[in-house]
């Protein structure tokens, strides 16, 4: 939503400035032909802000949809988890898993919330967009394939 507030105010701001014509411009040709040129401008920044509302709705939509452990994990997680990407444990490595499944679920899952300093797993993974509810999908997927 701060987005698409974001794109309104830019594209707002750039309407009135195209709106503006200059002084010198006489009454007839230059004047007309500016008009002409901002009615273009503000059509095709239109059709911009419809693409960006689109790009937006669609984002939320992908994480509304991720629902499932396993398709979050896919778009957020499996980056590093599944190949070990800067010491992340794999996915279905027993070993490498055992004594973080043994702190409980809700230690794991506040992990992936907080971060862990020091490492590279970063606050909520790489995904910003996901719910609490999403992240917790993906960690009861990865203990599942990981037990």
Same mark, same amino acid.
Not at 23 to 49: F, H, I, Y
């Given at each position: 939503?701060?987005? #698409?507030?974001?794109?309104? $105010?830019?594209?707002?701001?750039?309407?009135?400035?195209?709106?503006?014509?200059?002084?010198?411009?006489? @009454?007839?040709?230059?004047?007309?032909?500016?008009?002409?040129?901002?009615?273009? =401008?503000?059509?095709? &920044?239109?059709?911009?802000?419809?693409?960006? %509302?689109?790009?937006?709705?669609?984002?939320?939509?992908?994480?509304?949809?991720?629902?499932?452990? %396993?398709? &979050?994990?896919? #778009?957020?997680? @499996?980056?590093?988890?599944?190949?070990?990407?800067?010491?992340?444990?794999?996915?279905?490595?027993?070993?490498?898993?055992?004594?973080?499944?043994?702190?409980?679920?809700?230690?794991?899952?506040?992990?992936?919330?907080?971060? $862990?300093?020091?490492?590279?797993?970063?606050?909520?993974?790489?995904?910003?967009?996901?719910?609490?509810?999403?992240?917790? @999908?993906?960690?009861?997927?990865?203990? @599942?394939?990981? =037990?």
């Amino acid at each position: 939503m701060s987005l #698409r507030l974001f794109l309104i $105010i830019a594209l707002t701001l750039g309407l009135a400035a195209c709106g503006k014509t200059d002084d010198s411009a006489d @009454a007839t040709g230059e004047e007309a032909g500016t008009t002409a040129e901002a009615t273009q =401008q503000q059509s095709a &920044v239109g059709e911009t802000m419809e693409s960006a %509302e689109k790009a937006v709705a669609s984002s939320a939509e992908q994480v509304a949809e991720a629902g499932s452990g %396993e398709s &979050v994990y896919n #778009r957020a997680c @499996a980056g590093c988890h599944l190949s070990g990407a800067a010491n992340a444990p794999k996915l279905g490595d027993k070993a490498a898993w055992a004594g973080r499944i043994a702190k409980g679920k809700e230690a794991l899952l506040q992990s992936v919330i907080d971060g $862990i300093p020091g490492t590279a797993m970063m606050a909520r993974g790489t995904c910003n967009a996901c719910s609490d509810q999403d992240l917790a @999908a993906a960690v009861d997927y990865m203990i @599942a394939q990981s =037990q």
